[in-house]
């Protein structure tokens, strides 16, 4: 039988690495992904290869692979510290990763943690300002932080703050649904805690202007109103959202 196909006593095919195994799906005359299991090429440590190929197979459209660390290392695999944040990355390393998604009605979205973002950067400003429309990714609540760094000298500034949304079907009409107020607005950061349920107590810090019981909304902005006493006013304003 040498340089034929081997059979075992009773006519099944032996598969030997001479003779490999092959899995194909098809449909049709089209091959639309393929399994093989080859030898380990020379001077690696490749335990197993999984791909699935186009037609053609010239596109890797998946690929799986398990090794070692390139030649001389001597670092153990899977040298992570699991106790800490910010972990380098590993050419040893063997990962298992799960990304949450969520969806937004049409697409998917990456799942988030809680996270800060800047609507209005800080400038100078003497007229009242809207900031861009903001995407509540899947936070319930958020911290407002009003942060002011220059203001005009003897002045009592006062501004106020509106949570503001639209409705799903698109309108341009903005609703107002939460606001407050900051009087004599002097030279620190402001802030007002915004999440379902949530109540005021006596021990907030002056600096904390509001704590409000509602949700954040998927689609929002958020007004600064210039209201009284305001030549020029230097400020900031981001928001912290918390799950």
Avoid at 106 to 116: F, I
Avoid at 192 to 198: F, K, L
Avoid at 199 to 208: K, R
């Amino acid at each position: 039988m040498s340089g034929g196909t081997p059979f075992s006593s009773n006519g099944q095919e032996l598969f030997t690495d001479n003779n490999p195994a092959s899995v194909k799906l098809k449909t049709g005359n089209s091959t639309i992904g393929k399994v093989t299991f080859d030898s380990l090429p020379a001077g690696t440590n490749y335990i197993g290869d999984v791909a699935l190929r186009s037609g053609s197979y010239n596109n890797i459209i998946g690929k799986m692979a398990i090794a070692e660390p390139t030649s001389g290392s001597t670092a153990a695999v899977g040298n992570l510290t699991v106790a800490s944040d910010g972990n380098n990355t590993f050419v040893n390393t063997i990962y298992s990763s799960a990304y949450q998604q969520g969806f937004n009605g049409s697409t998917w979205d990456r799942w988030r943690n809680n996270v800060p973002m800047v609507v209005l950067p800080t400038a100078k400003r003497t007229a009242s300002i809207n900031t861009p429309l903001v995407t509540n990714h899947n936070a319930k609540g958020m911290i407002v932080y009003f942060n002011v760094t220059a203001k005009t000298t003897a002045a009592s500034p006062t501004v106020t703050l509106k949570l503001r949304t639209s409705s799903p079907n698109g309108e341009a009409q903005m609703h107002y649904l939460a606001s407050f107020d900051i009087t004599n607005v002097g030279i620190g950061a402001y802030s007002a805690i915004i999440y379902p349920g949530s109540t005021g107590g006596t021990t907030l810090d002056s600096f904390v202007k509001a704590v409000i019981g509602i949700p954040v909304p998927r689609i929002f902005d958020i007004q600064v109103i210039h209201n009284a006493d305001i030549t020029d006013l230097t400020y900031s304003l981001s928001c912290s959202f918390i799950l």
